[in-house]
C-alpha cells in the first residue's frame, strides 16, 4: 500500500520515511542559502553554556525551517515543465503573438496557432488565398492586457541570446485535455474559444474529446452587450470564461453560458468531481488554512487535496492576520503535473473569474531606488524587497548581482539593503520586478520609450552587415545604422572603419518601441548639428533652418527626410538659385543638406522646403503678407488669376494673386477636354501664371479651384443657380462629374449644389457600365428632371436627347477650336522651355514635310525615322503610312508630319506620297469632300482630303456629354469620311477645320497592293461600296435576274434590276468544282444569269445578316447559281452566328474542302483562301507542298481564284480562320516528313528549325548530311525551307533529321556516315568519323553521333612527342573531323574506346601539319621534322585550291579557322548528391604507364534505390578510401578525382568550346598530295578498300544499343518511361556532371510535372533529389522553397524525415537538429520521428539528450505505443550506444510485460549480436519457462534449438530437446486434469 501511495499520491502531506529525513538532514546541515534571524545569532552565542538538549532542539528548529523554505519555493522557469497548467494575464498583444505574465514574475509567449483549431483554420485559408478574410478578427481585436487566461506550457527552449522562453498554448484541447466527456458536471467552470457562427447560437470549442459544447444566442447576450464593441456577435477564435448549464448523453452534448454575473460565481465543488489529474487554473475553491508559516499558507481544499499559497499571492489587506482552520476563497494558479503540488492565490482580483485585470504598470517603471530593504531570499527564484510605499518588489536569480561568479546569498539575508531599479511590472503578482545588475542600473536607457528621436546616444559597434551596422545602445537596446547612414559619404567597406565593440556616437532617427525598432545614423553633420531638430511636422516653422537628408532624387525636386519619419519635398526651383535641369546628377540620395522650411501643412503632413537660404528671402515676405491680410479670403464664384507654385500627384498648388492665398487647381480641372488635363498638367511649371480661373468651393482654408473654360463662361454669363429654389425642372446647367458609382453619376455645379443623374438616363445608349460613359472631373450639360427643396436634392439627365446645346455642327466646331487652341498654349508652354528638342517640337505643326532618313523597321512593322531638326527627336511612321513602299535602313524618305504626341515627345509621320506633295487647288468654306482618316486622337481625328492630300481635323464629338461609341462606331485610321470645310487656310494648327458629315457615308478603307497586306482581313471589293447601297425588298429564296458587271478572284458581282448590286461567290456557281480549275472563268462581263438569293452582307461590318434585322433591306445580296440550288431548293447562309468563331467550329480537323485562292500574303508567307462567303481559311507556305521548287516560287504554281482541295488543320487561335493543308494531315509524329523554316544556326552544334504554329525542332550535327564534312553547316541560312523527318516527339522541343536517307528514303542515296544512335551500334575494330567535342585532361572526345561519344587517350592520338594536351587544344579544335578506329567497348558502362593513330585508321597522323613535333623515337627524329617543313610549305600554296575540293568518302580533316575561344578547363567532379565521397585514384597510376586499366580510372555515377526504407541516395560514389567532408568540397567540384570514362554511371560532361586554330593550322590532307598524282589502278585499289572499310563500319553498327550520353538520349528514355524516377534521376546526374546546375534543376522540375500523380513514391524520389542537389549546390534559402514544395505535394512527414537524413549526411548537423525539432512539435504523435531523432543523437555520441527524447516520447505518444517505442530505443542502444543500458532498458519492459514475446524476440537478436553466449543462454532459460500460448512457446524452443545447433555443443542440442519435451508432457497433464 506505501508503494501505491508513493505511486500515486492523493493529496495532502507526504509521508516522508526515516531514510529519506536523514538524507535531508545530513544535505541541510551545509546549506548555506538559511534564512536565519538576529535572534538565531544571539542563542548561538549562548549556546556554548547551555546543556546538548538545547543545541539538539536547535539544529531540528532549522531543519523545519529549512524544508519550510524548501515548500514555499516561489516558482522559477527551472521549475516548469511541458505540459504544467498555469494561470496567465494577458500583458501585451502583438499582431503574431501574445505576450502572457505568470504568477511570481515569469514571463511566456503563446503564439497566433496557439489560440485554437478553427483560427488555426482560418489563418491557413487566408495564406492559401493570399488575401485577408473577412472574418478573420486580428489578435488585437480577440485580447486585450489584463484578461486572465488558462494556459499550458507547451515548450521550455533557449533563445539566441541565451535567455531561457517559456512558449505556452491557450488551445481548449491542449488545456481541457485533461478531462473526458464524462468527467463534465454541470456549474463547472471552463475555458473555450468560439468555433464558428451559427442560426441559434455559437458552437464553442472546450478542447474536450467526445463533447460538443453549444452556446445558446440568449446565454451570450449580457455578455455580448457589455464585453463586446457596439454590441458585435462574438468572432471566430474568441476567448471566453464559460459555465456549463446542462450536460447531455453523457457528456456528449454540453450547453454553456457566458453570462458575467454567473461566471463571476462559479466555485468548484466536491460534486463535480475534481481530481488532481483534471484540475484546471483558474478555478475559485473553498479552502480551509491547514497551517500558517512566514513564508505563505498551507490550505486543504476539495476535502482531500493540499495546496500552498506563497506569500506573494495572500491577500494583501489580510496578511499577517490568517490562523490555522480559517475558511478562505482561493483561486487555483497552477498545477504541476509531476509532483501534483498545487498553487493557489488569495489575492481578491483572481477570486471573480472572467474578470480582468486593473492594474497593469506601475508609475515608477524605469526609476531607481536606493537602500531598498530585503524582505525574504529564495535560492532557486530570487529575493523580495519592501518599497517605501510598504508594497512589495521581486528580483529574479538573474538580476541579482552582475555576473553568477559575484552572487553571494549572505547579501541578502533579511534587511540588509541594496540599491535597485524598477525594470518591469508583474500584472499576475500585482507588484514591481526590480534589477540589482550594475549596467542596468545605471544605463542610460532601459526601454526603447526611453529613447526619443533626435537624440544623441552612445552604443557600441554589435555587428557589421551588408544593410548597416547593429549598435548596441544598452543590455536591452540594439539599433540600426542603415547603410547609407555610416557616413556623410556612401562608404564602400565599412568594416575598415568601424569594428566589433568600437565605441559610437549616434543620432536617433526613429524609435518605435511597440515594434523595438531603433534607426540612428553616424552621419557627422547630423550628429554634430546645433540646428534645432525637427522631429514631428509641427516642429516645422517656416524660416527654420535645420539639416535633413536627400532620400529620393526625382524629376520634380528632392525630398528631404529628418527625424521620426518626417519629411518635405524641395521643389525643382528651389534647389538652387541656377537652373537645374537633371537634379540626379547634382544632388544624390543620403547626401546632408541645409535647408529652410518654406511652408508645412501638419494636418496633411506636407512640407515645403527650399536648399536656397540666404539668396531668397520671399518666403518671409510672403508670411508677413499672409498674416496681414488673412481676413482677404477668395469668394466661391469669384474669378482669379493664380501663380503656380508646385505640382502634386492630383494638380496643381497655386498662389491666389495678389494675396498669394494658397489653393489648389485639380488637374481634371484644368481643361473642358479630358486628354487636354494631362498635357497643361504636364508643362505648366513653377512662376507659371494662370488667368480666369474660378474658385469652386473653400472650406478650413482649402481652397479649390477650376479652368474649365464652360464653367467660367456659366459664370460669367450669370447662368449659374445660387440655391435650389433657383431651380426648376427642364433647366440645362453645365457642370462636372463628382463621382461615379454603379447606380449613377453626381454631378456638381459651380456654385456648390449638386444632383444624381440615375444610370436610365445618363445616356441614349445602353449602359452596361457607368464608369464607360464618363470619368471623375468630366465637364457635362444637365438637364433638371425633378427637384427636392426639402431633401436639397435633384435629378439630372445626361441624355444627348435631352442636353442638345442646339445645331451639333456649330457645337462639334467650337469643341475642336477649342481644343486645338489648348494645344496651341501648350506649344507656347514648351517653347519657353530651354531644351532645344522641346523648343523645336513645338514649332512642328500637322502638314510640315521633313526629309528623314529610315533608321530602323520594327516587329510590328512601323518604321523610326533620324534625321529630323533635332538629333534626339523620335520620329515614327505606322505600317499603314508606309503606303505600301519597301524601306530598309539608311534610305533617305520625305515625310509629311500628322500629329505631335507632346507627352511622349514623338512625332507621327507619313510617307503617303499624296500627302507629300499636295496639290495646289483652292478649296470653298462649306464645301464637301471626301477625306481618308490618317490619325486619331482622343477628341479629334485628322484626314487627309482625297482630292488635294490637304490635311483637315474635325471634332469626335459633337456635344459635351457626348464621350461614349461602341466598336462598331469608332474610326479607324484608313476608313473614308465625308467633311465639310468650315476654315480654307490652315492657320497657325496647320490643319484646316471640319465638320463631319453623316456616319452613313463612312466607307471601309482603301485595298492595299497584294504585297502590303495589312493583317486586318476586313476587305472589300471596291465595286461593293461604290455610291450608296440602294434599299431592296428581296428576302432569302427568292429567284432574281442580273447581268455580270465584273469578275474578281473569289465572285463576281452583278447588277440586279433597279441597280441594286449582288455578289456570287465562288463557292455557289457549280456542284462540283474541278481541282485546279476557276469556277468565276465560266462567267462572263455583260452574262445575263439566273439566280436565288441565299443572304444579305452589311455594308459596314460585312456580316451577313438575318432577314428580321431592319438592315436587311440595305444589305448586299449573297446570291447562288448552282444548278442543284436553283432546282431542288436552296439553303441559307447561317446568319445567326454570334462570332465568325463559331462558323468554323463545324469543320473538324482532318476534313478534306474546297477552297478558292484569294492571294498569296508574301509578308506572313501564306495563300489566303475562301471555303465559303462568309467562312476563310489560310495555308501557310509550308503546309502547301512538299516541293522546294514550289515552295520558292508559289505564285507560279497557285493561280488567283484556282479551286484547292486543303485538309483542316485547325481554327486560327487569333482571328476566325481555318487553318488548311495541301499536304495533308499536320501532325509532326515520329517518322512523319515535313517542311521546316531555319531559325537558328549554331556553329558545332546543329540547327534549330520551326515550324508552323509554333512548333520548334532540333537538327544535331550528325543528322544533317548522310555524309559528314568539314563545314557541315556552312550552307544553312536562317529562314532557308528544310525537309525534316521527325526522329523524336519526346520534349517539346522535337528532334528532326535532314538526311536523304530519311527525308527521301525511296532515292536510297549511299550513306557515307551512318547514324550512331547508341553504344549497340558500334563494333570494335570499325573505323567511322566524327567530329571533335572536347580535349580533356585524359585524352580527347570525339563525337559519334548526337548522344555517343568516345575518348581517345593521348598514347592513342598521335605517334608524336607526348606533352599532348596543350597540342590537342591547338590542332584539334571543337567541331574538326576525324577518322577514328574503336578499340575496345564496354556496353556496361557505356565506354567506347578509340585510337587515331595513322597505323589503325589508314590516314595521315592528325598532327601531320605541324612542323615543330619530334617523334616518340630519338633516331627519327630530324628526318620527320624535315618532312613536315615540306608538307607545311606545300600545303600552304594549295590552300585555297583544297579548301573547296570535297574528298567524298576520305576520312580527313582540315581546321577550320574558328575564332579563338578561351579555353576552359574541366571541371573536376562527381555526381555524389546523398553524400561526398571522393577517390583519389589518379595519384595511384603510374604517369609511365601507356595504357591505364578501364577499372583502375573508373568512377561511377550509381544510383542506390532502396523501396523499403523509402529512400533515395541519388548518385552516390562508390566508396573509395576516406570520405572527405562537405566543408573541404568546393560548391560546384564534386570530386577531386573525375576521370573520364563513357557510361551511364558516369555520365557524359557537356564539355565547354574547343581550343583554339592558329595560323599554322593547315588542311590536312593525304601525304601523296604533295606528289604526283595517283594511277587510275592505285584509284581503283584505294576504292576497294574503302568499300570493304565500310562494310566493316556497316557490320559493327549492327551491335546492340547503347547507354544515354547526351541530352536528347536522355530525353527520349525519359519519353518511353516517364514515370521512372531512375532514369529522371540519372538524367539529373548527367547534367551535374558537367557543372549544370541550372539544367540539373530543370530536368527535376520537368520530372515532377511528367510523373503522373499516382506514382507517389517516383514522385517523392525525385523531390528527394531536388533536396539533395539544393543542399549541395544551392542556398539555404533555395533549399527552404525546394523543401515547402516538397511538404504541399507529399506526404509532410516522408519529407521532413528526408531532409533530416540529408542535413546528417551531409554534416549540417545544427540544421538537422532544429529540423527534428520542428517536426517533434508538428508529428508528436508520430513514433517513427523520435525514434529517428533518437538515433541522430546516439549517433552523435549525445547519450543524455537521447535519453531526454525517449521520457519526452512517452509524455507524448499514446499509452499502446509505449512498449513499441521503448523497445526500438533499446535497439538504438544497442547498436550505438551503451549496451548495459539497453539490456536495462529491455528488462525494465519485460518485467511490466512478460507476455510481449516481439520484445523478447528482439532482446534475443540483439543480445546474440552484442552479448555473450551465457547472456543469451539465461534469456533462452527464461523465456521457455513462461506461461505462453503454445504456439509462442513452440517459436522460442526452435530459436533455442538453432542457437545452440549453430552454437551449442551436441549435449547443450539434446538440453534443448530435453527441456522442450519435458514442456509438451507438462502441458499435456495440465489439459489431461
Known sequence: MATLEESFPRGGIRKTHKSEKAFQQSIEQDNLFDISTEEESIKRKKSQKRPATMKKLKIENRESNKSLTDKFEILSVESLCEGMRILGCVKEVKDLELVISLPNGLQGFVQVTEICDAYTKKLNEQVTHEEPLKDLVRLPELFSPGMLVRCVVSSLGITKKGKKSVKLSLNPKNVNGVLSAEALKPGMLLTGTVSSLEDHGYIMDIGVGGARAFLPLQKAQEYVQQKNKAGAKLKVGQYLNCTIEEVKGSGGVVSLSIGPSEVSTAIATEEQNWTLNNLLPGLVVKAQVQKVTPLGLTLNFLSFFTGQVDFMHLDPKKTGTYFPNQQVKACVLCIHPRTRVVRLSLRPVFLQPGRSLTRLSCQYLGAVLDDVPVQGFFRKAGATFKLKDGALAYARVSHLSNSKNFFNPENFKPGNTHKCRIIDYSQMDQMACLSLRTSIIEAQYLRYHDIKPGEVVKGTVHTVKPYGMLVKVSEQITGLVPSMHLADILMKNPEKKYHVGDEVKCRVLLCDPEAKKLMMTLKKTLVESKLPAVTCYADAKPCLQTHGFIIRVKDCGCIVKFYNDVQGLVPKHELSGEYIPDPERVFYPGQVMKVVVLSCEPSRERMLLSFKLLSDP?????????????????NVGQLVDVKVLEKTKDGLEVAVLPHRTPAFLPTTHLSDHIANGPLLYHWLQAGDILHRVLCLSQSEGHVLLCRKPALVSTIEGGQDPKNFSEIHPGMLLIGFVKSIKEYGVFVQFPSGLSGLAPKAIMSDKFVTSTSDHFVEGQTVVAKVTNVDEEKQRMLLSLRLSDCALGDLATTSLLLLSQCLEELQGVRSLMSNRDSLL????????????????VQEVLEDGSVIFSGGPVPDLVLRASRYHQAGQEVESGQKKKAVILSVDMLKLEVHVSLCQDLVTRKAKKLKKGSEHQAIVQ?????????????????????????????????????????????????????????????EGPAAKRTMGKTRKESETVDEDEEVDPPLVVGTIKKHTLSIGDMVTGTVKSIKATHVVVTLEDGVIGCIHASHILDDVPVGTSPTVKLKVGKTVTARVIGGRDVKTFKFLPISHPKFIRTIPELSIRPSELEDGHTALNTHSVSPLEKIKQYQAGQTVTCFLKRYNVVKKWLEVEIAPDIRGRIPLLLASLSFKVLKHPDKKFQIGQALRATVVGPDSSKAFLCLSLIGPHKLVKGEVAMGRVVKVTPNKGLTVSFPFGKIGRVSIFHVSDSYSETPLEDFVPQQVVRCCVLSTADHVLTLSLRSSRTNPMTKSKIEDPEINSIKDLKEGQLLRGYVKAVQLHGVLLGLGPSVVGLARYPHISQYSRSKKALCNRYLPEGKLLTAKILSLNYEKNLVELSFLPGDTGKLDVFSASPELPLVEQEEKKIEAEKSNQNRSEEKRNQKGKEKKSQKGQLESKLPCNKKEPKKPPVKRQGSWGRLESGSEQESVNKKQRKADPK??????????????????????LPKEKQAKPADVPRLQLSSGFVWDVGLDSLTPALPPGG??????????????????????ERELEKQKAEKELSRIEEALMDPGRQPESADDFDRLVLSSPNSSILWLQYMAFHLQATEIEKARAVAERALKTISFREEQEKLNVWVALLNLENMYGSQESLTKVFERAVQYNEPLKVFLHLADIYTKSEKFQEAGELYNRMLKRFRQEKAVWIKYGAFLLRRGQAGASHRVLQRALECLPNKEHVDIIAKFGQLEFQLGDVERAKAIFENTLSTYPKRTDVW??????????????????????????????????????RYLDYEKQHGTEKDVQAVKAKALEYVESRSSVLED
Open 1556 to 1577: 583554339e586554330s592558329s595560323d599554322s593550322e593547315e588542311d590536312e590532307q593525304p601525304h601523296q598530295a604533295t606528289q604526283k598524282k595517283k594511277s587510275k589502278k
Open 618 to 634: 520671399e518666403p518671409k515676405k510672403e508670411r508677413v503678407g499672409q498674416n496681414q491680410k488673412k481676413g482677404k479670403a477668395v
Open 838 to 853: 522641346i523648343q523645336r517640337l513645338s514649332e512642328m505643326i500637322p502638314g510640315m514635310v521633313l526629309d528623314l532618313e
Open 1801 to 1838: 524476440s528482439v532482446y534475443i537478436d540483439m543480445t546474440i549480436k552484442h552479448g555473450s553466449q551465457k547472456e543469451v543462454r539465461d534469456i533462452f532459460e527464461r523465456v521457455i519457462h513462461l506461461s505462453l500460448a503454445p504456439k509462442r512457446m513452440k517459436f522460442f524452443f526452435k
Open 935 to 995: 490619325h486619331l486622337e482622343e477628341s479629334f481625328a485628322i484626314a487627309s482630303l482625297v482630292e488635294t492630300g490637304h490635311l483637315a481635323a474635325f471634332s469626335l464629338t459633337s456635344h459635351l456629354n457626348d464621350t461614349f461609341r461602341f466598336e462598331s462606331e469608332k474610326l479607324h485610321v484608313g476608313q473614308g469620311v465625308s467633311l465639310t470645310l468650315k476654315t480654307t487656310e490652315p492657320g497657325v494648327t496647320g490643319l484646316l477645320l471640319a465638320v
Open 1496 to 1517: 583502375e580510372d573508373d568512377i561511377g555515377v550509381e544510383v542506390y534505390y532502396r523501396e523499403g526504407e523509402e529512400e533515395i541516395e541519388e548518385m552516390s560514389v
